[in-house]
């Protein structure tokens, strides 16, 4: 075809990412709104590697390709990943959009990304000269920007098999259906034998990247609900000393105060 | 090199042009599918909804390289079925379409939803019809009538 | 229910749901040029010179020296240019327009024109704007004397933001030189004798030297009301240079950012209150009408006379203004400057209420004008008026007062909830002598041997069912089934000029004309035959003539109706409200057809909604919109508002057809009103000042009040 290689399969794909200067398209939601001048795309949707989610030992691992409508019915998908991406934009988009197309559009409105990112998921990335996992926060390198090699391509998203049953999900749009996030808050609760053992939050829409601060949440891992609470006010200010958030539609300000309410309510949700 | 092949309407064709070119506008410029409508070219209001191998898509956000293959259905094809049948006399007993323009890409869209849904609740309906904007009628005759054709057309999906 | 009210199939039902109805974009491309426009891109400058690219065979490029006749749209006044003058005075202005046969190419061609500016300050605040395109002024009674003896004075202001027609066919136009000279122009419109009349002005000929066909038409609400006639001018000017079919269809960019939407508002309110009533009310209301007039001086018109609401108000000053900026020009809306005034009062009124410790509804009804009593411009509300039972219809349907009070209690959580309401009336028709001095109506009946009967009109079909509810008026007085009466989309060269589609005139002043019309067909009917008949408007007897000068007398001759109620909640979370429910009450008289009124309350209900609520556009410090593409200008989804529920109270008007009055514009009016007022309550009994009241502004008031 012509400014196109449809693959069918990913050796082939490879083949094609690395001889030719191509575009890799999977749902075509974002790029055929950039619609690019004298683009060539790599069509990926026929290729069955990046089309199935599988489980192994510590994994649940989404093809590139697999769209959101897929992973809604699929009952391996964490209900949190699900919640998030029942609420993309509507039917038709959920139905061409797919979690690779989400990564590498570098957007940090994506909704799926956001929970990859609380739910410290990891990427396999591919190339004709092997494959390198890589955790997806050290794959945004800022706005539009990602650690993504001309030759590869992004294979599968590993997200953790368990732990990701506690949870907070808003997304804040304009409207009930067909929303961009205006801000996107998730977060993840961990409690053992008394003492926290994971308090993920990730704010999605607010900053060039998904925003995540682990050594923030490390000052209330360990500690026991009690401990927690007292360290609550500490923590909330902590957070609201580093976000800057950028301002798009709505301002920073909206964002920010939106961003800590979600937070708060995140703590207060699971009893602190 | 070779064209694009696809099924449109049941009717095997050929595409000769780019791959990267709207699915949007080689149906409505080469193949004259006018019922398809143009009415963002951005995913965001569904005129152009049309249907790939069953599935529901904003025909805007699809490059013809993704086409290859697939068996396309626009209100040209469909308005010849039976199901459109039970969908026309809905809509038309409570007058649910009014300037027209959201409508072709709003029955496919609800052909979409009862084809997985036959028998849809009211919220279902909506949430079917979530990504197809309609400026005139405040959606209730719409949804209404989408909840009438399930009933009278029980069985056909 | 009227044997008249009665829902049929839409005539227009079958081509639209099939989708073999033809837009203008649907026209076959062979032998057609595509036009572009050029656009400036400041806000206000010099236009020193354009370095066009060297253009193929074939290809055009088209301004305002290509222009035969007057390089000016007649519109109200005729400030507007077909292409720009020496200067742009809004970004978007059309300095240009490119031709070709590759649509492609056409937008490179555009893309690589470079337009040299010497660049001039712009005036973008219309707080400030000196320049007034049109300034009123009205009242009666004393108002220096009420307000010297009030208990106490209000002085409150209010805003409203920009309103996009967002009709999801874009505006598109298509110019044909016919081979006899003539210019046949079709088009997405709603106006074919607008365009028609602006068309002849501008390619110098007279009223045979063109034609203007209607095309099946995507929506208007407004937006197609004027601004087609100045497409309808570029395309026919390149046609005319071009000698070849033209056709210009806008981008959903394009036509948000730069065609006419809803005025932005500031209207300033003082009133006085003497024994817990009100007294009178100065008011003035400042409309933003953009870089040039085109209908800002009818728009603002209908927004003063509304400005005192359907209250009695003994001492009133009413000023108005429409001030010139730099943006966008603003045009006609559906409410057509009713909507920014009505919201103003109620808002104000809620105030005063609060302020003296009753509920506004409380309040509100010990204000409402009655039959009888003088309209704001010493007219006559001449037909009783509803309002009373259609409060109890609205409470009924919502349990408003028992809602009103408990939401009125202190609220803590998360979630919390008000409940506000609004009454209005839209006035049916054109402002003033307008119908009677300036549109003098003429509808045609034509009747075939085979015993079918054509109408001959000049209203289009853009949603709203004339092409159905035209001939059940029609097929009714002549006992005829439907399928033997029809009503084509309108060609200037076959049909008189029966109005433009404004106003929520069509039904009920043709509407009137063709039941006449049929009457008189009846009377003269012979079995095959070919006959036709014709009726004029007249203006009612009873109506008191207004005179715009003044502004006094009757500026409608009646009045539909409504009272809205819309439920909320608020997350004080993250400012996003959920309409719990939304519930209008509308008089618009008998419906010709109960399923076409309904979902035109519904629609234009729905728009209001949107309005109040989610519909935010605005310029940056350039002048430049932004919020120009639905993913950023954002209009409700079918989730939105799933509890929608639109009543019809019928006050029947004798002088309309079987007692309908004006339809269209009603249901929009109302919901700033409502909404605004629900948003208070929830909001702890805040006052707010302005809509669209956004999740944005519900937090910044959250934090405010340390809610």
């Known amino acids: 075809m012509v400014n196109g290689y449809a693959p069918a399969s990913l050796q082939e794909a490879l083949e094609l990412r690395a001889k030719y200067d191509v575009v890799p398209y999977a749902g075509g939601t974002d790029l055929m709104v950039e619609n690019r001048p004298g683009v060539t795309y790599l069509f990926l949707h026929r290729v069955p590697e990046l089309r199935q989610i599988t489980v192994d030992g510590d994994y649940i691992r989404i093809g590139a390709a697999v769209t959101f409508t897929e992973a809604l019915a699929d009952e391996r998908v964490p209900q949190l990943m699900k919640e998030a991406v029942s609420r993309i934009a509507a039917p038709a988009i959920r139905n061409a959009g797919t979690f690779g197309g989400n990564l590498g559009n570098g957007s940090a409105k994506a909704d799926s990304v956001l929970i990859e990112f609380v739910a410290d998921a990891r990427l396999r990335l591919v190339s004709l000269n092997g494959e390198r996992i890589v955790d ?52 993840v609760f961990g409690m053992e034998n008394g003492r926290i053992t994971n308090v993920a939050a990730a704010f999605g829409a607010v900053a060039d990247t998904v925003l995540r601060y682990k050594d923030i949440e490390a000052m209330l891992i360990g500690k026991t609900f009690e401990e927690a609470k007292a360290l609550k006010a500490g923590y909330l200010k902590a957070y609201a000393d580093r976000m800057v958030l950028t301002r798009g539609r709505v301002s920073a300000e909206y964002r920010k105060n939106v961003c800590m309410n979600l937070l708060s309510d995140f703590l207060a949700k699971f009893g602190i | 090199m070779d064209g694009i092949r696809f099924i449109l309407n049941g009717t095997p064709v050929v595409y000769d042009g780019s791959a990267a070119d709207r699915l949007l506008d080689v149906l409505r410029d080469i193949f004259r599918c006018t019922s398809v409508k143009c009415g963002c070219k951005e995913g965001e209001c569904g005129a152009c909804s049309v249907l790939m191998d069953g599935v529901l898509y904003n025909s805007c956000c699809v490059a013809m390289g993704a086409v290859e293959g697939a068996s ?67 959606y209730n005759a719409i949804v209404n009538a989408v909840g009438i054709a399930a009933k009278e057309g029980d069985g056909l999906w | 229910m009227d044997r008249i009210s009665q829902s049929v199939v839409k005539k227009d039902h079958l081509p639209k749901m099939s989708g073999r109805s033809v837009y203008v974009a649907d026209y076959p491309t062979e032998g057609i040029l595509f036009g572009k426009l050029l656009h400036g891109k400041v806000a206000r400058a010099k236009v020193l010179g354009v370095d066009v690219p060297e253009l193929p065979e074939g290809y055009f490029y088209v301004d305002a020296k290509d222009v035969p006749g007057d390089n000016n749209v007649n519109i109200v006044l005729d400030d507007t240019p077909v292409y720009c003058r020496e200067t742009v005075e809004y970004i978007g202005e059309p300095i240009a327009m490119l031709c070709g046969p590759d649509e492609k190419v056409v937008e490179q061609l555009r893309d690589a024109c470079v337009v040299h ?78 365009v028609h009349g602006a068309v002849m002005r501008v390619l110098g000929c007279g009223p045979t030297g063109v034609h203007i066909l209607q095309d099946v038409t995507g929506g208007g609400f407004g937006g197609k009301e004027a601004f087609p006639s100045i497409l309808a001018c570029q395309v026919a000017v390149a046609a005319h240079k071009c000698q070849k079919p033209v056709r210009c269809v806008f981008d959903r960019r394009e036509d948000m950012e730069y065609t006419s939407k809803r005025h932005p508002s500031l209207c300033h309110y003082r009133v006085a209150v003497k024994d817990g009533k009100v007294t009178a009310m100065d008011i003035d209301v400042k409309f933003n009408a953009g870089a040039y007039s085109t209908l800002s001086a009818v728009v603002l018109q209908r927004g003063i006379i509304a400005s005192p609401g359907i209250y009695n108000v003994p001492n009133l000053r009413v000023h108005g203004s429409a001030v010139k900026t730099n943006t966008s020009p603003c045009g006609a809306y559906r409410g057509f400057g009713a909507p920014q005034t009505f919201f103003a009062v109620e808002m104000m009124m809620d105030h005063i209420a ?140 076959r049909v008189p000029d029966s109005g433009p589609t404004v106003a929520s005139r069509s039904l009920m002043v043709v509407g009137e004309l063709l039941r006449r019309a049929a009457i008189k067909l009846r009377e003269q009917w012979i079995d095959g035959q070919e006959q036709e008949v014709e009726e004029r ?16 007398g009757d500026a409608y001759p009646t009045y539909a109706w409504a009272v809205n109620a819309i439920e909320v909640e608020v997350d004080t979370y993250t400012g996003i409200t959920k309409i719990l429910g939304a519930y209008g009450s509308f008089d618009v008289g008998t419906p010709i057809d109960y399923n076409v009124v309904l979902g035109q309350m519904e629609g234009g209900f729905l728009q209001g909604i949107g309005y109040a609520s989610i519909e935010k556009m605005d310029y940056d410090a350039k002048g430049r919109i932004r919020n ?73 008031v959250i934090a405010k009040e340390g809610l």
Request: aromatic residues 12%; proline residues 5%; glycine residues 10%.
């Open chain 1, 136 to 187: 997806v926060d050290k794959f945004y390198l800022g706005r539009k920007r990602l650690d993504l090699r001309n030759d590869e391509l992004i294979a599968e998203i590993l997200l953790p098999k368990t732990g990701l049953e506690r949870f907070s999900y808003e997304k804040v749009g304009g409207r009930n259906a067909l929303a961009i996030s205006r801000v996107s808050f998730a977060g």
């Open chain 2, 72 to 138: 396309v259905v626009t209100m040209e094809g469909f308005r010849e079925s039976e199901r459109f049948a039970v969908l026309e006399k809905a809509f038309g007993e409570v007058s649910a379409v009014q300037c027209g323009f959201c409508i072709p890409g709003m029955v496919l869209a609800a052909e979409a939803l009862l084809s997985r849904n036959p028998h849809p609740t009211e919220d279902e309906i909506r949430e079917g019809l979530s990504g197809n904007l309609c400026r005139c009628t405040g």
């Open chain 3, 117 to 194: 500016y010497e660049e001039l300050e712009p005036v973008l605040d219309f707080r400030t704007a000196a320049e007034a395109f049109f300034d009123y002024h009205f009242g009666h009674g004393d108002v220096d004397k009420a307000f010297a003896e009030a208990d106490k004075v209000y002085d409150e202001e209010f805003e409203t933001g920009y309103q996009e027609q967002a009709y999801l066919e874009t505006q598109g136009m298509m110019a044909v030189p016919e081979e006899s000279g003539r210019m046949f122009v079709h088009g997405s419109a709603q106006c074919a004798y607008y």
């Open chain 3, 354 to 493: 609060r302020d003296l410790g009753m509920d506004s509804l409380t309040f509100k009804a010990a204000h409402l004008v009655r039959q009888g009593d003088p309209t704001s411009t010493c007219g006559k509300y001449h037909f009783p008026v509803p309002i009373p039972a259609m409060i109890d219809e609205v409470d009924a349907a919502c349990d408003y007062r028992m809602k009103r009070e408990r939401y009125a209690r202190p609220q803590t959580g998360r979630f919390r909830r008000g409940i506000g309401m609004s009454m209005y009336f839209h006035g049916a028709g054109f402002t003033g002598s307008g119908e009677r001095d300036l549109i003098k109506a003429v509808a045609k009946l034509r009747k075939y041997a085979d015993g079918t009967v054509e109408i001959l009109a000049s209203n289009g079909e853009i949603g709203q069912g004339v092409r159905t509810t035209f001939p059940k008026i029609v097929a009714n007085e002549l006992n005829l089934p439907l399928e033997k009466v029809y009503y084509d989309h309108p060609d200037t060269a």
């Open chain 3, 537 to 552: 408007f007249r203006e009612p007897d009873f109506v008191i003539p207004f005179y715009i000068d003044k502004f006094q």
């Open chain 3, 628 to 700: 120009n593409s639905f993913s950023d200008y954002l209009i409700p989804t079918t989730k939105d508002v799933p509890n929608l529920k639109c009543m019809l109270h019928v006050e029947k008007y004798p002088d309309g057809p079987y007692g309908a009055k004006g339809a269209g514009e009603l249901p929009l009016v109302g919901a700033p009103g409502a909404y605004v007022e629900a948003m208070e309550q929830a909001l702890g009994g805040v006052k707010l000042h302005h809509a669209p009241f956004t999740a944005e502004d519900t937090l910044a």
